[in-house]
């Protein structure tokens, strides 16, 4: 083909694009730099939907023929039935999603495909794309957020009674049930999934039919197509319907704050897989090798998790960075909200599915955990409690006379549980032998039973409350 040949190509589709405004089409830099097409595309069934609804309204209000309509119609499923099938041959020349499809159904259907923009611009047509694909996104998220719970869940009834060190500063502090500290996951996963459900809420608004900015002149019904779209009504001001990007912000924050909470889980497992620590084993299905050093098993997945964080943050401050200057309304800017808002998805919709599979595999070192969680003197504060309860102590003076007896066992190398009766009598005379069946690690975790606390008659409680809470 010749350059001439390849120009008048061009300038055909710029034309059919861009009306008779410009005589040329745009430099290969400006080709470059403006489409959108190598990412947008993935906006494809939610433009075809669009559409669609858009059409049938169009025929509904008197404004195009039912002919019109039903080879509308038809084409669009062509269309779509080509690029599920990978088929369809997307043109960077044509700039975006919105135009490929146009395009493409021009060739199928003829000038019929020239009225299905009557009444619409691509800025409300993007906006509407992007919202549509927001929202499922959000719907698979909360359904796959629901198997992580699931996964905390049955691990925490199985392990409701497995004693295991709580920690405060990282440094032990006192025991508690593994069951409890896996509930703990699943209520801040609680959380995440109503910010999820809070965010569909608020996006589900439509703003097509806003036209460009301004609200179009043909008698569209705005309710009809937001009903079809499944949106609860159609937005309100049609400058605010082209402008706002709100939605997409608010999905990075949800899953920016997803983010650190799988990173502390993910923290978690790498303490616990270390040797120092012991507690937990990953599966082979979420652990590497090393390519020096054969005796290592490395909790990669885990580690992976916690630093994808780092790039879904990322994506939430470029998107701030981009609309933050942004006056009223569509800006060529708004073009870069696709690519962050598609990668932090994807990114978290892997995280999430590596930490279910994670927890769901993992198995514990129940004894070392047990061990472990009678070290440090993690007992103190039931000894400084059986003060205040059999003694009438005022708490103060307990936590003094209970400090007092964990400096003499630290001094004797031994735990509060092996000191002598007289040993604790030297510092306070009213101490009996009844004080030792409060020292042991289990008498500790039966007997925190106030709400919320970590008994493990609690923690099989909560696990039947989190079910009927969270996965039904």
């Not at 599966?283 to 998790?305: C, H, W, Y």
């Not at 590596?354 to 039931?382: I, L």
Request: proline share 2%.
């Amino acid at each position: 083909m010749s350059d001439n040949t390849t120009n008048d190509a061009k300038n055909k589709t710029t034309s059919a694009m861009w009306g008779g405004r410009f005589n040329a089409g745009p430099s290969a830099v400006m080709e470059e730099i403006n489409a959108s097409i190598g990412f947008d595309q993935r906006l494809y069934a939610q433009d075809i939907r669009g559409s669609r609804a858009h059409a049938r309204m169009l025929v509904a209000q008197g404004i195009i023929t039912e002919a019109d309509g039903k080879a509308i119609l038809q084409g669009l499923d062509r269309v779509e039935d080509e690029i599920k099938a990978g088929e369809f041959e997307f043109s960077r020349a044509l700039e975006d999603i919105h135009m490929n499809v146009e395009s493409r159904l021009r060739d199928i259907v003829g000038d019929a495909a020239g009225r299905l923009h009557t009444g619409r611009s691509r800025n409300d047509q993007v906006a509407t794309d992007v919202k549509l694909w927001v929202r499922d996104a959000l719907d698979g998220l909360d359904d796959a957020l629901q198997g992580l719970q699931a996964a905390l869940i049955n691990r925490a009834e199985e392990h409701a009674d497995s004693v295991m060190p709580g920690f405060t500063h990282l440094q032990a502090a006192q025991p508690v049930t593994l069951g409890h500290h896996l509930l703990a996951y699943t209520e801040m996963i609680a959380r995440d999934r109503s910010r999820v459900r809070d965010c569909r809420a608020r996006l589900n608004e439509c703003p097509l039919g806003a036209a460009a900015l301004a609200g179009t002149s043909f008698s569209i019904d705005r309710e009809q197509t937001a009903a079809a779209l499944g949106f609860d009504e159609p937005t309100r001001n049609s400058l605010d319907s082209v402008s706002d990007r709100d939605f997409a912000l608010e999905y990075l924050s949800v899953l920016s704050i997803l983010g650190v909470h799988l990173s502390r889980m993910a923290e978690e497992v790498v303490l616990w897989t270390s040797v120092q620590f012991s507690f937990m084993q990953v599966s082979d299905d979420f652990s590497t090798g090393s390519s020096i050093m054969p005796q290592k098993r490395n909790p990669d997945a885990a580690e992976l998790v916690r630093g994808k964080a780092g790039r879904v943050f990322g994506a939430l401050m470029g998107l701030l960075t981009v609309m933050k200057g942004l006056p009223m309304t569509y800006g060529k800017d708004m073009q870069e909200d696709k690519e962050p808002v598609f990668d932090a998805s994807d990114t978290m919709e892997l995280c999430v599915s590596a930490m279910t599979g994670m927890f769901n595999s993992a198995t514990y070192n129940v004894e070392r955990m047990k061990a472990d969680a009678g070290r440090g003197f993690t007992t103190a504060t039931d000894l400084a409690d059986w003060l205040v309860r059999v003694l009438a102590m005022p708490f103060r003076d307990a936590h003094h006379v209970t400090g007092a007896l964990v400096k003499m066992a630290e001094n004797k190398g031994c735990g509060l549980e092996d000191l002598s009766l007289s040993d604790m009598q030297s510092v306070e005379t009213g101490i009996t032998n009844d004080v030792f069946a409060v020292l042991g690690v289990e008498n500790s975790v039966n007997s925190r039973t106030s709400q919320g606390g970590t008994a493990p008659a609690n923690v099989l409680a909560a696990v039947h409350a989190a079910r009927e809470r969270f996965l039904t």
